[in-house]
């Protein structure tokens, strides 16, 4: 079936530093990936839709340019928190639609500490 | 907003079935019903989705009523690495942009 690699799983940085987390479709092509967040005993909050090479949507809320996406090819879509602050903590978690189906898969989630 | 409301938890004994409904009275004719669950710090799972007519899986089954206005999924079998939160989200299976609106879903725990 369709897999969704999201590395890293667990990262844990420093106030202020940056940290780029990665949205790979293993065996199928994605135009379309979802960024979620999800805060401690919430459900998921969409932060942005990226389509492939071109800009990414962001929620109402979410600063563009504090979580910058890059969604240069139809496996790859990264999410990079920039100067991060300790309220940043949360499991970030992406989401990629199949080009030819309707079907969609989630990443394992990764959980950012910011310290 | 999510279109749905679930009980905010629900408790089974396993080897039991687990029977988990979901109220989408809102639901457009072109809304599938979907059904994810989450295992706890781990990414969305996905188990079945539905339009109109019963649909069976190795997972779950699910059971959406005539007039399309509430669901029920029912895992036959319920076992402990089934505790989880199970999320039942509607929306338009070609819409190639739509995200999916998580509500807060159901906690579900399998007790021995």
């Known amino acids: 079936g369709a897999v969704v690699s999201q590395h890293p799983s667990r990262v844990i940085c420093k106030s202020g530093t940056s940290v780029k987390i990665e949205c790979r479709s293993l065996?199928?092509?994605?135009?379309?990936m979802f960024w979620y967040r999800q805060f401690p005993k919430q459900s998921l909050m969409l932060m942005a839709t990226?389509?492939?090479?071109?800009?990414?949507?962001?929620e109402q809320g979410v600063e563009k340019d504090k979580f910058l996406i890059n969604h240069a090819s139809l496996t790859l879509s990264t999410l990079t928190v920039t100067s991060a602050h300790p309220e940043d903590s949360s499991f970030y978690i992406c989401?990629?639609?199949?080009?030819?189906?309707?079907?969609?898969?989630f990443g394992s989630g990764t959980r950012l500490t910011v310290v | 907003d999510a279109k749905t409301t679930q009980p905010p938890s629900m408790d089974c004994a396993e080897g039991r079935a687990a029977n988990l409904p979901c109220n989408h009275s809102t639901i457009s004719g072109n809304e599938y019903v979907y059904w994810y669950r989450q295992i706890h710090s781990q990414g969305p799972q996905y188990i079945i989705h539905g339009l109109k007519n019963n649909e069976t899986n190795e997972m779950a089954s699910l059971i959406i009523t005539e007039d399309r206005k509430s669901s029920t999924l029912i895992l036959p079998h319920a076992t402990l690495r089934d505790t989880a939160v199970y999320y039942c989200?509607?929306?338009?299976?070609?819409?190639?942009?739509?995200?999916?609106?998580f509500g807060p879903g159901t906690r579900l725990s399998v007790l021995p």
């Open positions: 989200i509607v929306r338009v299976a070609d819409n190639y942009g739509q995200n999916f609106v």
């Open positions: 989401s990629a639609r199949h080009r030819n189906s309707y079907g969609y898969t």
């Open positions: 065996d199928f092509q994605a135009t379309t």
């Open positions: 990226s389509n492939e090479g071109s800009k990414a949507t962001y």
